[in-house]
């Protein structure tokens, strides 16, 4: 059973980083794209960013590119996301999904395999 655990939310100040983390196991990731989703309260799974399953490419959203950097250790089976200059508006649970196939434009609920997500909150 494959399982993807996301770790490294909490709480921030406005401007502060933070690094999130996605494990997998159960299986390897290495030929799948992974990607990172948020949902803030009220609101649907939104796109963050991807990665191709050799690290290449990478797309990210438009609020988000610049300031966030996504990448991936297939030995370690493991993908992250780097987030500096956070913002009070970045504030959501981040998760982490995985898809033979995507692009930016895949909906969350289409993604293979999931995580149970991780809470960041940026404070102004």
């Known amino acids: 059973q494959v399982q993807l655990v996301e770790s490294g939310g909490g709480l921030v100040q406005a401007g502060g980083s933070l690094r999130l983390s996605c494990a997998a196991s159960?299986?390897?990731?290495?030929?799948?794209?992974m990607s990172w989703f948020r949902q803030a309260p009220g609101k649907e799974h939104e796109f963050v960013a991807l990665?191709?399953?050799?690290?290449?490419?990478?797309d990210y959203a438009a609020s988000v590119k610049g300031r966030f950097t996504i990448s991936r250790d297939n030995a370690k089976n493991t993908v992250y996301l780097e987030m500096n200059t956070l913002k009070p508006e970045d504030t959501a649970v981040y998760y982490c999904?995985?898809?033979?196939?995507?692009?930016?434009?895949?909906?969350?609920?289409?993604?293979?395999?999931r995580g149970q997500g991780t809470q960041v909150t940026v404070s102004s």
């Open positions: 999904a995985g898809r033979r196939v995507a692009g930016r434009s895949t909906p969350y609920r289409h993604y293979d395999y």
């Open positions: 159960g299986r390897t990731m290495s030929s799948y794209v």
């Open positions: 990665i191709g399953w050799s690290g290449d490419p990478t």
